[in-house]
């Protein structure tokens, strides 16, 4: 997967040293997005060439003194690691957003993040840009018709909502939770793959096997568009067992409820339908086990 970056947050008043914070905290940034399979963060054609601090970024390396030897290697690594520049045909200029409704100062990157419902990843040299949405107008196609909309935000790395923001709705809603309960297996795989999970895990004990599981089957299911119902949870649950509990709210069909499976080290859930009755038991690649569904497993909803 990959994000576009905010192209009005890269623009830094002053020299580099004095708002190296913005660097360091963008590269964090990026190192936790990859965790959820963020690859590349595309940025505007011709970007190498835009200033930073006063000299290019193409240059920095070279021509910012003012850094040191692990700063300068810093941006070159964003550039060869984290950031792409944008193709010929990748944004459409007719499809821009813009804070003000006279399209002063409109943006192709921000009129595709919007239209494609995805974040943008921003730099923090200002402090505007220290926000979880953009609110503005978006003016889409040849039509030239405006709308009011919004654009969600990244800038910072300690966001408890990251599989949220990440997740297209607009997807979500194409698919039918009982089918495709867990779709979006991309970030999944990836997800996984960066917590170093096994299915063959043992945990030391049930309280760190419920820890764990309920720390990752939680991101799982928020990536796959699922919204945690903490009153379901919590009726649900007792001295003897706990339950979590998730609801299809941005799905096509609403009334569908997905729950932890506690039991397994390997990361299931559990799908009941509308009434809460036991449907099946799906792992997180999204493939039915053959466990019959079991009425001990229904939920009170």
Excluded at 34 to 57: F, H, M, N, R, T
Excluded at 173 to 182: A, G, Q, T, V, W
Excluded at 266 to 289: S, V
């Amino acid at each position: 997967m990959e994000l576009l970056l905010n192209d009005q947050s890269y623009q830094c008043n002053g020299k580099l040293c004095e708002h190296w914070e913005a660097i360091s905290c963008f590269g964090i940034l990026a190192d936790r997005l990859k965790e959820y399979g963020v690859d590349k963060i595309v940025c505007p054609q011709g970007y190498k060439s835009l200033p930073l601090g006063g000299v290019a970024w193409k240059d920095c390396y070279l021509q910012m003194e003012e850094l040191n030897d692990d700063q300068r290697m810093e941006i070159v690594t964003l550039m060869d690691s984290t950031l792409r520049e944008a193709r010929p045909d990748e944004l459409d200029a007719d499809t821009v957003f813009c804070e003000e409704a006279d399209f002063s100062n409109p943006s192709a990157a921000l009129g595709k993040a919007c239209t494609d419902d995805r974040p943008v990843v921003s730099f923090t040299f200002r402090e505007v840009d220290k926000r979880d949405t953009i609110e503005g107008f978006l003016r889409a196609g040849t039509s030239k018709k405006v709308q009011k909309a919004t654009v969600k935000n990244l800038y910072r790395a300690e966001t408890g909502q990251m599989a949220v923001c990440l997740t297209s709705l607009k997807e979500c809603k194409r698919k039918n939770p009982e089918k495709e309960p867990l779709w979006n297996q991309e970030m999944v795989t990836k997800y996984l793959s960066r917590i170093g999970h096994e299915d063959n895990r043992h945990s030391a004990s049930t309280e760190e096997k419920q820890a764990y599981l309920i720390e990752h089957a939680t991101q799982i299911a928020l990536m796959n568009g699922w919204c945690l119902h903490t009153r379901l949870s919590r009726i649900n649950s007792n001295n003897e067992q706990k339950r979590v509990i998730f609801y299809s709210k941005a799905f096509k069909n609403t009334a569908t409820y997905l729950c932890i499976d506690l039991e397994h080290e390997d990361i299931r859930f559990e799908l009941c339908d509308y009434a809460g009755r036991h449907l099946k038991e799906i792992k997180h690649n999204g493939q039915t086990t053959d466990a019959t569904p079991q009425r001990s497993h229904n939920i009170r909803v």
